[in-house]
């Protein structure tokens, strides 16, 4: 073979070469999904601000979904999976699943979305400078309690009972609770609260407010904030329905899911916002320069569907108000 020909044989041959004796493919970020309920829309959103920020999940990230359905005792068992398996970040859903994050974990970044208070549970030292490995969104809003009960007024004037469902066995919920006892004492109206954290739960405590609720003085219901009243909203809304009880929650996906009204952050961009911190952290940024945001927007959505169903009349004040009026 002539030298030339040598030459260019083997400069073919080197195109097809690793560029190093032990050269391994580039490794993938990994995000571990960590969360109570199903993925849906507000996991879209949250990889929607992944792809702005250059990763693709599926081309130069890998996503691993761990939702556990509600069952809260299974969380630790799955954060020390994520860990485990040497996840580069945890995004977490709810107070319960930034718990089980935070305790399984002092180094890997945690992103969490939740709708407790940050500071106070001890996930971050404060909101400006959350310090150690956790960030994220905070969508709790303090005057939330007071704005429901103007809007339950608002809607049925002649209420003087209000019932609020709320989870007890979350830690989360009794800032919610406290702030609706102070709103329904400045306002003059009985405030009730019924516990449920399971579906049987649910049920007892529904044939209790219908029991009431055909009483002499019959109320309107909130629903807490937690998320297993996201899970069961389907059920939630029917026995409310079929109760013939008024009732007001946290988010749109009632309002949409047949719900009477809804009043609370946006969620889904709360997520996107979430998604925006996890690109960065990816990027390099550390958990501990990234302030924990709150939301500064709100949606109020009414079902008239659902209103029709329960003979109401929905005030023009209240329409006119509304994101959305779902007919």
């Known amino acids: 073979m002539r030298r030339r020909d040598f030459v260019a044989a083997v400069a073919g041959l080197a195109v097809g070469w690793p560029r190093g004796a032990?050269?391994?493919?580039?490794?993938?970020?990994?995000?571990?999904?960590?969360?109570v309920t199903?993925?849906?829309?507000?996991?879209?959103?949250?990889?929607?601000?992944?792809?702005?920020a250059g990763f693709i999940e599926g081309q130069n990230l890998v996503i691993e979904y761990?939702?556990?359905?509600?069952?809260?005792r299974r969380l630790p068992a799955m954060a020390a999976e994520l860990i485990a398996r040497k996840v580069d970040l945890i995004a977490a859903g709810g107070p319960p699943a930034a718990r089980a994050a935070k305790d399984a974990t002092a180094t890997i970044p945690v992103v969490f979305v939740i709708g407790g208070d940050p500071v106070k549970e001890?996930?971050?030292?404060?909101?400006?400078?959350?310090?150690?490995?956790?960030?994220?969104?905070?969508?709790?809003?303090?005057?939330l309690a007071a704005k429901r009960l103007q809007l339950v007024i608002e809607l049925v004037p002649a209420t003087k009972r209000i019932v609020l469902l709320a989870n007890l066995n979350n830690a989360a919920e009794e800032t919610l609770v406290g702030d609706m006892q102070q709103a329904a004492r400045e306002t003059g109206l009985q405030l009730d609260i019924v516990n449920a954290g399971t579906e049987t739960e649910l049920d007892a405590a529904f044939a209790k407010l219908a029991e009431a609720h055909s009483g002499a003085l019959p109320g309107v219901l909130i629903?807490?904030?937690?998320?297993?009243?996201?899970?069961?909203?389907q059920q939630i809304i029917a026995l409310a329905l079929r109760a013939g009880i008024p009732a007001i929650y946290r988010s749109r996906d009632f309002a949409d899911a047949?719900?009477?009204?809804?009043?609370?952050?946006?969620?889904?961009a709360a997520w996107h916002?979430?998604?925006?911190?996890?690109?960065?952290?990816?990027?390099?940024?550390k958990p501990a320069d990234l302030p924990v945001q709150q939301p500064d927007k709100f949606e109020l959505v009414i079902n008239l569907k659902t209103a029709k169903?329960?003979?109401?009349?929905?005030?023009?004040?209240?329409?006119?108000?509304?994101d959305e009026v779902i007919e």
């Open 223 to 233: 629903v807490g904030n937690d998320s297993f009243f996201n899970i069961r909203r």
């Open 66 to 72: 761990h939702p556990v359905e509600g069952q809260y």
């Open 309 to 322: 169903a329960l003979g109401l009349t929905v005030p023009q004040s209240l329409l006119a108000g509304a």
């Open 258 to 268: 047949g719900g009477l009204i809804s009043y609370g952050p946006d969620i889904t």
């Open 273 to 285: 916002e979430a998604g925006i911190y996890a690109g960065k952290i990816l990027n390099g940024a």
């Open 38 to 52: 199903p993925v849906g829309s507000r996991e879209a959103a949250f990889r929607r601000a992944l792809r702005e």
């Open 22 to 35: 032990n050269a391994q493919p580039q490794k993938m970020p990994v995000i571990g999904f960590l969360t």
């Open 122 to 143: 001890g996930f971050v030292a404060s909101l400006a400078r959350p310090g150690g490995n956790v960030t994220g969104i905070s969508i709790l809003a303090r005057d």
